[in-house]
């Protein structure tokens, strides 16, 4: 299993990241489950309404291409510990907008 997780850390690394830096975004691999890879988006792309489409354009796409370590990338939808933490000082007026 740990093979499969650098395998798809670096084609992450290589062909995802570069793509999503350029918005102000990254994603990490959070788990591989049942030949699933699971990423899940941090900073911009993070509860981007493109989120779904990036998914499945650039980060499925990309690691389906360069191997076959899985048979597919899912995203995990759930809210970061980032945008969390911006909502919660937003909402304590500690942020001005």
Not at 24 to 50: D, M, Q, W
Request: charged share 30%; aromatic share 8%.
């Amino acid at each position: 299993m740990e093979e499969k997780k650098q395998i798809i850390e670096a084609v992450l690394a290589e062909y995802v990241e570069p793509e999503l830096a350029k918005h102000g975004g990254s994603l990490y691999l959070a788990e591989i489950r049942n030949n699933i890879a699971y990423v899940k988006f941090t900073g911009h792309c993070s509860g981007c309404p493109s989120a779904k489409y990036t998914m499945e354009t650039i980060v499925k796409e990309e690691v389906l291409k360069h191997t076959d370590a899985v048979e597919d990338v899912r995203l995990i939808e759930e809210v970061s510990d980032e945008l969390y933490e911006f909502a919660k000082a937003l909402l304590q007026h500690k942020i001005e907008i």
